[in-house]
């Protein structure tokens, strides 16, 4: 079957850098997204890997190993206002998304 | 209208009750999308159209119908609602079937 894995809830310092990890097992692979989702509220697109390496953007980045079917979320000078789940997802050989559960990030200050 | 809107936002619905949750988009999107959010779980796929006047079914449809009439408009229809269909719909689009999918607001249905 597929299956994307992260941590169910990880916890962080206002102003410090948190690397949030994604595995998958998908059958087929046309790209990876990041999202980020505000309790109550829609996901927001972040980030999209389909290519192995960083792609940065502002405080956030995201860096995908193919070969490893390894993908992280890479947040720096942490903010209150990123205190929220980020869900990874990828796209697979049928073209559609398969979504992880969410990895909830609370930041403390 | 600025990008996608769902109704209701929130409803509660009697178990049996037919009930048809809407979402338009102006961005002329060709693909579209419909999930379901429910706690500890991932997003998962009910139903989806890449075009105008095609649907295709996703990992979870039993119990749910949709029609893609004309590009904008996407509705989701519960037949006769049941209690496990207690959960958050997320409808959401895309350029293509290939591109990043944005997100409505959510409904949040309750069936009891």
């Known amino acids: 079957g597929q299956n994307i894995d992260q941590p169910t809830e990880m916890t962080a310092t206002e102003g410090a850098i948190v690397q949030i990890n994604c595995t998958y097992q998908t059958s087929g692979f046309n790209g990876l997204f990041w999202y980020q989702q505000h309790a109550g509220e829609a996901p927001t697109f972040l980030s999209y890997?389909?290519l192995d390496g960083l792609e940065e953007k502002g405080r956030f980045s995201s860096f995908l190993s193919r070969s490893k079917g390894y993908s992280y979320l890479l947040l720096k000078e942490l903010q209150m206002k990123d205190s929220a789940s980020y869900l990874c997802?990828?796209?697979?050989?049928?073209?559609?998304?398969?979504w992880g559960a969410g990895t909830k990030l609370i930041i403390k200050p | 209208i600025a990008g996608i809107t769902q109704a209701p936002t929130s409803q509660i619905l009697a178990a049996g009750r037919r009930m048809t949750l809407r979402c338009t988009q102006d961005?002329?999107?060709?693909?579209m999308y419909w999930y379901r959010q429910d706690l500890g779980l991932g997003l998962r796929l009910i139903h989806y159209?890449?075009?105008?006047?095609?649907?295709g079914k996703g990992e979870v449809p039993d119990g749910y119908s949709v029609s893609r009439a004309n590009t904008d408009d996407f509705p989701l229809t519960l037949a006769s609602a049941v209690p496990s269909q207690t959960s958050v719909y997320f409808c959401?689009?895309?350029?293509?079937?290939?591109?990043?999918?944005?997100f409505g607001p959510g409904t949040r249905l309750t069936v009891l």
């Open positions: 961005m002329r999107h060709n693909a």
């Open positions: 890997n389909v």
């Open positions: 159209s890449n075009t105008a006047g095609t649907t």
């Open positions: 997802a990828v796209m697979d050989s049928n073209y559609q998304l398969i």
């Open positions: 959401a689009s895309s350029e293509g079937n290939t591109d990043t999918q944005y």
